[in-house]
């Protein structure tokens, strides 16, 4: 595939929200609720450099929990219910604000990965060993 043909994202939040493409924006990102395709159907970008670990897990409980405790509470106050009836009504609610939040979370996270050429960090030993040469090179002028 040629890559030139497409346009890149310029606003990697709206396209991993949206599950397109980071690449096309045309191509789904997702096989399945949460699970990424292997590639692009349209551009046939390879998501395999895609890892945004437990980051939308953590967005989402984070983001979730506010608005869902404070629903608990208030319908606490208000009723003065017994606990199961948070069982029933609070806990799913926060699932579900969770589940709803996770697929553009992760869109997100990785088209963000995909826009920002984001990697795990590697040592760069050709910069380290041109470094202690230079340092040698000054120490022995001195
Ligand atoms: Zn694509």
Redesign the pocket.
Known sequence: MNDTS?TPTDNPMMTGILGR???????HLFDGYLKLAPR??????DYSFADPADGPAFFAMTIAAVPALAFGVWFQTSFGLPLWVHVVTTVPLTILCCMALLRPLKGWLVCSQYFHKAEEGTIDREWHADAARKSQKTDGAT
Request: contains cysteine; aromatic residues 8%; proline residues 7%.
């Open positions: 497409f493409c980071p690449q096309c924006q045309q191509g692009c159907e349209v551009c046939g970008l």
